[in-house]
């Protein structure tokens, strides 16, 4: 089969949305680091959107920082690739042209480094998923024994992780008395712009504090809120986007319609006109992003993890499962009350909007999929959110459980007794906990409670919340999952 480029683009079906600007022309303004499903659905649709709108030297090279796969993919097709929107009521095809070439970064870091630092690139932004930011998820602190940063300090010009990358062009733009380039936080992580400020600071400070005062002085961090549910590609994505394209497209994206992007409109030397075509540019993206993260993410992991447990693939089944539907109920119940409601916003009407959205029967999300890295998406998702609650003496029993189900699911047996592929970088460091605690339910809550990068020092000390944790997790071992959650509902 012919493939998707710019030189089939004109054969498509007229149904098939495909850039009108010229291609040809584009300058790229954008690096993104971390090309993977998520940017491509997000970030370069509104950026392809924006250049319908006003042309402008905004195209995008991406950077994936671990595998060639995306930029093998991408290469032959000249950087276009199809995004298929499912709603319920059927699918609709376009092609996003704003992503121009591909670097893969460990074959070439030094050419990643030049790119980053060229005088057009105005914008560096990100989507490294959490772990990508070698933090400690519960302070937002540098870690600086993490295997990649200890890498980069050593290498400096050679560098493997983000927070490597970015200081290394900073530190090259610097010498040439160039600006430093807006660095756009696009990842779940709850005040991303600060904390990815603060990263790049003290990575700098290692190596030289006029470099870090510099960049403190200069440099430009905006927030954002990203939201969209973009499940991984599948055999069977591929096959039903080259039925719709009438070529292959190695590469294509899927997603829901719903997209929302919150924006903190402080950028160094300009940006794409993506207020002109649906992002909100916001003086404060905090609220945006406590909604998100709080009532979407948190549930979206409770869900996960309880969903994965009583054996439902997807977060389709899973929430289509009336006793998970009730607990999600209770569980915004608890949650709503620690959220600021974004001006103009319901949060109820909110929540209401997450349950259809989740509900989608077009969407095939794995609930495995969201279950991983549990380690670095729980403090930000459910246990802000616990504090807030223990801190006002309210009840916390379905957050407890959602805390309760990731440890269940930890343990890396399902309930069958089937292995469970569980994917976290402190994957180890359960296991050892899980292998001592046995099924023990004191034990095991106990153990991985004590993990402080998770739980922080405080957590550990609350008793309600300890004890709740620990009742639910004797109820998921004794019970299984739907039994525990519909005791919680009854
Ligand atoms: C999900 C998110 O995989 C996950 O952890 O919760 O990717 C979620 O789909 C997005 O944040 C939605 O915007």
Known sequence: MTRLSPQTLGSLPK??????????????????????AFARAHLCEYTDDALEHAFGAWGIIGASLQRPDQRDRLKPQGGLYSFLKRAPDG???????????????PENPAA???????????????????????HDPATGRLRQDHPDIVHDLEHPDAPRSAIGLI?????????????????????????????????????????????????????????TMVD?????????????????????????????????????DRFASGRPAWDEVGAQMVSEVAPFEFMKLRMLNGAHSSLAYLGYLSGHETVAEASGDPVLARFLQGLWAEIIPTVPAPQGVDLTDYAGALLTRFHNPAIRHRTWQIAMDGSQKLPQRLLGTIRERLKAGAPIDHLALGVAAWMRYVTGTDET??????????????ARIATQAGRNAQALSSGLLGIEAIFGSDLPRETAFTKAVARQLDSLFSQGAKATAAALAA
């Open 112 to 134: 990643l480094v030049t790119r980053l630092a060229a005088a057009e690139t105005r914008i560096v932004s990100l989507t490294v998923t959490e772990k990508g930011y070698c």
């Open 91 to 105: 699918p609709q095809m376009r092609i996003i042209g704003s992503v121009l070439d591909v670097l893969v970064a």
């Open 417 to 430: 007794g089937t292995v469970i592929d569980v994917r976290d970088p402190l994957a180890g460091e359960f």
């Open 167 to 223: 200081v290394a062009a900073l530190k090259l733009r610097k010498a040439e008395g160039l600006a430093p380039f807006t660095a756009l936080s696009c990842d779940n992580l709850p005040h991303n712009g600060k904390v990815l400020r603060g990263l790049v600071r003290d990575f700098a400070a290692l190596q030289d504090d006029t470099l870090a005062a510099w960049i403190e002085a200069n440099g430009a961090f905006p927030a």
């Open 15 to 36: 149904t098939v949305r495909r850039p009108s600007y010229e291609r040809a022309g584009l300058k790229p303004g954008i690096v993104h680091l971390g090309l993977g």
């Open 228 to 264: 969209r549910i973009v499940p991984a590609t599948t055999d069977a994505d591929i096959a039903e986007a080259a039925g719709l394209l009438g070529v292959e497209d190695a590469a294509p994206v899927i997603g829901e319609p719903f997209r929302q992007w919150a924006v903190e």
